[in-house]
């Protein structure tokens, strides 16, 4: 894996360009900003004389209603044009250039079924994403990719998950189903919460780790809890509780046959946030990167982790090199 320093001495990715449109748009931002404003102005003005002589008091707020819309959109669009052009030709490039094992789909995301598999929530109906990352190589492959599941109750549009979801070929392969999620419950109503928790028909049987730090941020359920417990190592259950404090989010981690899954929900948890204010420059870049490394070495780190309590009865199994499917859902 490159440098970031190696990757700006080779020269591999041109950002002057996109700095240039990126500076181009804002103006045009502005410029237009400033024109809507004289005109909302001058129109709300007119409106009111029109209504002022008919009458006609319905028609001033739906216009303005009407012009206001149309504001919000034409500057959403301008936004997104942006983002995907970033996210297209400097990001892309520079998964590229940081390993050629990297492919990266800004408009795609992990599967349905993939994220259904990791029991983070037990009911959503839609999951939609982007920014899907795929790295596969002969010794480790993971996906990743920011979701989000919905389910609509009546006319409401609930949201259960919202973040980054990763999905890695395990090291190791498990016989029974993991699932460690935010302990929600207890939180809230303390030892009430536990008993609700132990009588949740849509989870599978409550675990105790026994570990008092642990189990007052994480409820853990499992299949079989002797291997639940056999995953959840000393070791793993401090780099749970680790992330959960450095990232200020909540986390979720799941292990079942040959996959682990993880999940973090909370404030700032788009991968690859992209903002039109922030200049195109040597910094801009280095976030990007540092953020792609930050990944792949959390990755690394749950496949060591994960093996520490079956290095003596498990046999380790080498990743294949898969050839991943792309969602083309949007």
């Known amino acids: 894996m490159k440098s970031f320093q190696d990757i700006l001495n080779a020269n591999v990715i041109k950002a002057s360009a996109l700095e240039k449109f990126r500076i181009s748009q804002l103006k045009r931002k502005r410029k237009i900003l400033v024109l809507s404003i004289i005109v909302f102005v001058l129109t709300a003005l007119l409106l009111a004389a029109f209504v002022y002589f008919t009458q006609m008091l319905w028609l001033a707020p739906t216009l303005l209603f009407a012009l206001t819309i149309f504001l919000l959109v034409w500057n959403l669009s301008i936004k997104k044009k942006y983002n ?52 596969n190589s002969e010794t480790l492959y993971f996906e990743i990719s920011d979701v989000k599941a919905t389910d609509r109750v009546g006319n409401t549009n609930i949201e259960y998950f919202k973040g980054p979801f990763i999905y890695i070929k395990s090291p190791v392969t498990f016989s029974s189903t993991t699932t460690v999620v935010p302990d929600n419950l207890e939180r809230k109503l303390g030892s009430f919460g536990r008993v609700f928790q132990s009588v949740n028909i849509f989870r599978d049987k409550l675990v105790n780790t026994n570990h008092q730090a642990f189990e007052e941020q994480f409820a853990v359920y499992g299949t079989n809890p002797d291997e639940s417990k056999k995953v959840l190592s000393e070791a793993l259950i401090n780099y749970l509780l680790f992330l959960r404090e450095f990232r200020k ?22 991968i690859l946030k992209v903002d039109i204010n922030n200049p195109v420059n040597d910094a801009f870049l280095e976030n990007y990167y540092n953020e792609i490394v930050k990944y792949k070495q959390m990755v690394e780190k ?18 294949k090199i898969i050839k991943a499917k792309v969602s083309v859902n949007k």
């Open 84 to 135: 995907y052009l970033v996210k297209d030709s400097i990001i892309n490039s520079l998964f590229k250039a940081i390993d050629t094992n990297f492919t990266y789909h800004p408009e795609s995301y992990v599967s349905q079924q993939q994220f259904k598999e990791s029991k983070f929530v037990v009911r959503f109906r839609n999951l939609t994403g982007e920014d899907f990352i795929i790295y």
């Open 302 to 319: 749950f496949t060591e982790l994960i093996s520490i309590g079956f290095e003596s009865d498990t046999p380790k199994i080498k990743p």
């Open 249 to 270: 989010q909540e986390v979720y981690f799941t292990c079942t046959n040959n996959k682990i899954f993880i999940g973090f929900t909370g404030d700032n948890s788009d």
